[in-house]
């Protein structure tokens, strides 16, 4: 066996290697189909306000207990004051918020899928 066989063998097998290659997605056109904008502007409507939330609500706490401390020392329950509740309220908005982010983002799934499958991109 020559190396122009082995040569040849290799061609031909890397040709038969970029044919089973998917087709690359041409992103500048996904990025302009209006079904994309769509998907984008869904998202933003919902994370934007999210994050907005969470934010001031987060900074709330220290507000409170920078300039508010005699009403945020008034306990509550038991030996809980407001502020080590107010603390405690964060972790469970924040799985709240990813609760809920959970839910809406198998819809946003969806929506990318079936964009996806009308540009003619099958996983």
């Given at each position: 066996?020559?190396?122009?066989?082995?040569?040849?063998?290799?061609?031909?097998?890397?040709?038969?290697?970029?044919?089973?290659?998917p087709a690359k997605p041409d992103w500048e056109k996904i990025a302009a189909m209006p079904e994309f904008q769509a998907l984008l502007k869904a998202k933003r409507r919902f994370v934007v306000p999210c994050c907005i939330f969470f934010t001031i609500y987060y900074f709330s706490l220290l507000y409170l207990v920078g300039w508010h401390t005699e009403m945020v020392k008034k306990v509550v329950l038991g030996h809980l004051n407001i502020a080590y509740l107010?603390?405690?309220?964060?972790?469970?908005?924040?799985?709240?918020?990813?609760?809920?982010?959970?839910?809406?983002?198998?819809?946003?799934d969806q929506q990318a899928a079936a964009f996806l499958d009308h540009a003619g991109f099958k996983k």
């Open positions: 066996m020559s190396l122009r066989y082995f040569d040849n063998l290799l061609k031909s097998l890397y040709t038969v290697a970029r044919m089973n290659e107010f603390a405690l309220s964060q972790f469970f908005m924040a799985w709240i918020i990813a609760f809920l982010y959970t839910k809406k983002s198998s819809k946003f």
